[in-house]
């Protein structure tokens, strides 16, 4: 099934709905993801059984997005699905529908700090509990010190 397809398709769902020119990736809104994630997985034209990866990525100015790639091992297609939102927005958890969101979305809340509602183990995976703030935002400020350690600023000798 090519994108164009499963474009109209997931329209009846969601007439808001945005596949982008030239691309291989559909827009989505927040509220509709919870919807589109379930057809998605057990609709049988569609049947996404791989969720691959889930991106997250700071599009400044408060807002954040998620791109879930997915891939169905039954009928040999794939889709990107991006979702854009302000970050104190929260995103239904898809890992009941695939097992693999369980990690990614940890990540996603540790690194970029969505918080994903209905997760089954919603807490920090790469950082430790105290950590403050998410690294990969784009507002991030490094910390000078983390447990009286210095945090060095210049990493040049890391290189």
Wanted: charged share 30%; glycine share 6%; proline share 5%.
């Amino acid at each position: 099934m090519q994108i164009n397809d499963i474009f109209k398709h997931l329209q009846k769902i969601d007439p808001g709905i945005v596949l982008e020119e030239d691309t291989a990736y559909l827009y989505i809104d927040p509220s509709k993801w919870e919807e589109i994630s379930k057809e998605l997985a057990s609709n049988k034209d569609l049947f996404f059984d791989y969720l691959m990866c889930i991106t997250s990525y700071d599009l400044g100015s408060g807002k954040l997005g998620l791109a879930y790639n997915l891939y169905s091992n039954t009928i040999k297609h794939s889709v990107e699905i991006k979702i854009e939102f302000d970050q104190i927005v929260e995103i239904p958890s898809v890992a009941s529908i695939w097992k693999t969101a369980d990690w990614h979305e940890r990540e996603a809340y540790d690194m970029m700090g969505v918080i994903f509602t209905g997760h089954p183990d919603m807490k920090r995976i790469l950082l430790s509990d105290d950590w403050e703030g998410y690294p990969l935002r784009k507002d991030y400020k490094e910390p000078d010190y983390y447990r009286g350690v210095p945090v060095p600023k210049d990493k040049t000798a890391w290189e």
